[in-house]
């Protein structure tokens, strides 16, 4: 699966779980576009449209995670946060300040593709 955030491209690996089959299989035909808003000032947030299957754990996330809450909303971290949710991905590609400089800047657009 890819990822690009507004109209970057960027590597993630992937989880091997039941969250990111489901979310693969949404983009499997078209690309799935959402809207993320900024939150709480390390992370980006926003609502897929349809729940997810879910093995939520306590998790402490770094900047590049790339996480599911409650079920139904993306969140990708340009910070830091300890909270439960189930883990995606990361993006490996970008460094700390190249992620801060993609997510901080108001509310993004993401595009999962197959």
Same mark, same amino acid.
């Given at each position: !699966?890819?990822?690009?955030i507004g109209e970057t491209p960027v590597t993630v690996e992937w989880e091997d779980n039941e =969250?990111? +089959? +489901?979310? +693969? +299989? &949404?983009?499997?035909?078209?690309? &799935?576009?959402?809207?993320? =808003? !900024? /939150?709480?000032?390390?992370? %980006? ?7 997810? $299957? ?8 770094? #900047?590049?995670?790339?996480?599911? /809450? #409650?079920?139904? %909303?993306?969140?990708?971290? /340009?910070?830091?946060?300890?909270? $439960? /949710?189930? @883990? ?6 970008? #460094? ?17 593709? @197959?």
């Amino acid at each position: !699966m890819e990822l690009k955030i507004g109209e970057t491209p960027v590597t993630v690996e992937w989880e091997d779980n039941e =969250s990111v +089959a +489901a979310l +693969a +299989a &949404l983009c499997a035909d078209e690309p &799935l576009t959402l809207q993320l =808003s !900024m /939150y709480g000032g390390f992370e %980006q947030v926003g609502p897929i449209g349809q729940r997810l $299957p879910s093995q939520v754990v306590q998790t402490v996330t770094q #900047s590049g995670d790339i996480v599911l /809450y #409650s079920s139904s %909303q993306i969140v990708i971290f /340009y910070g830091s946060n300890s909270w $439960p /949710y189930t @883990r995606l991905g990361h993006i490996t590609d970008k #460094s700390g300040e190249e992620l801060k400089d993609l997510l901080s800047n108001g509310d993004i657009t993401v595009t999962f593709s @197959r």
